[in-house]
């Protein structure tokens, strides 16, 4: 029977197998994970105090509070102790989705290159959509990525201009799902190239990897800018390949779970 106005969930999705019946915290966090979601609540705003949600879902305090560790545990809410604490919303984002993601890939101890596979299905076809839906700001903030790689003077200050420029490619795309895989990804692949790069410095395996890695940065933007999208995602596939081989051939990290600090 319904409860509160709200169906019961069959958890099985099976016709005659038991009904697990939500607990109250489930139906109080899932009416507020609604709210967040639809945008009824927005980043920074204070929830009601805790007698106004209490006398509003009829719930007790411990009730009230073990949904907060709900939200809380999804980083939906924020809850501050003492004297004008209270809950305070956090929007969902991009990097805890991908956070968790990483997580779930670790704990199955995922390879490196099962990583780097994905990455070269998902980003050329990103870098094609940016070359047919570009504007004049997008090739701004692309030459703007481009000074920044060039003026890094260190090894691992190139490797963060690097992981930024290939990053802004996906995001300047303008598809949000691509942009949440992607992040995904990349939360696993920047330290990586981080830990190959720092290690294989002064090098000229090192300083090869570096010239040809600006030469095909420079290369995508013109492409970009004169909207070939063949010619943009066959360069990014090209440049992906040669960066898996550069990454992967090293006496390094193989498994996602050996980059956990």
């Keep these: 029977?319904?409860?509160?106005?709200?169906?019961?969930?069959?958890?099985?999705?099976?016709?005659?197998?038991?009904?697990?019946?939500?607990?109250?915290?489930?139906?109080?966090?899932?009416?507020?994970?609604?709210?967040?979601?639809?945008?009824?609540?927005?980043?920074?705003?204070?929830?009601?105090?805790?007698?106004?949600?209490?006398?509003?879902?009829?719930?007790?305090r411990p009730t009230l509070r073990e949904a907060f560790r709900v939200l809380e545990s999804e980083s939906l809410i924020e809850v501050r102790r003492g004297a004008g604490g209270g809950g305070r919303v956090r929007a969902p984002s991009l990097e805890v989705a991908a956070r968790y993601a990483g997580m779930v890939l670790q704990h199955r101890g995922t390879t490196l290159r099962d990583v780097w596979e994905a990455r070269l299905v998902l980003e050329p076809p990103t870098a094609a959509m940016l070359a047919r839906r570009r504007t004049k700001a997008d090739l701004a903030k692309l030459e703007e990525a481009l000074a920044d790689h060039?003026?890094?003077?260190?090894?691992?200050?190139?490797?963060?201009?690097?992981?930024?420029?290939?990053?802004?490619?996906?995001?300047?795309?303008?598809?949000?799902?691509?942009?949440?895989?992607?992040?995904?990804?990349?939360?696993?692949?920047?330290?990586?190239?981080?830990?190959?790069?720092?290690?294989?410095?002064?090098?000229?395996?090192?300083?090869?990897?570096y010239r040809q890695t600006m030469k095909s940065h420079r290369l995508l933007v013109d492409h970009i800018a004169a909207r070939d999208a063949a010619k943009a995602e066959d360069l990014w596939r090209r440049h992906l390949s040669a960066g898996s081989a550069y990454l992967l051939e090293a006496d390094g990290p193989t498994s996602v779970l050996n980059l956990l600090p």
């Design 150 to 209: 060039g003026a890094a003077d260190d090894p691992a200050a190139r490797v963060e201009a690097h992981s930024a420029f290939h990053d802004l490619v996906v995001q300047l795309a303008g598809n949000d799902t691509l942009a949440l895989l992607n992040a995904m990804l990349a939360d696993i692949v920047h330290p990586a190239n981080r830990t190959r790069v720092v290690a294989d410095q002064g090098t000229e395996t090192h300083d090869r990897a």
């Design 1 to 60: 029977m319904p409860q509160n106005g709200r169906p019961l969930r069959n958890v099985s999705g099976s016709v005659g197998q038991p009904v697990r019946v939500p607990k109250m915290a489930e139906l109080v966090a899932s009416d507020l994970r609604g709210r967040i979601i639809k945008g009824e609540l927005s980043e920074g705003d204070a929830l009601p105090s805790e007698p106004a949600l209490m006398q509003q879902f009829g719930v007790s």
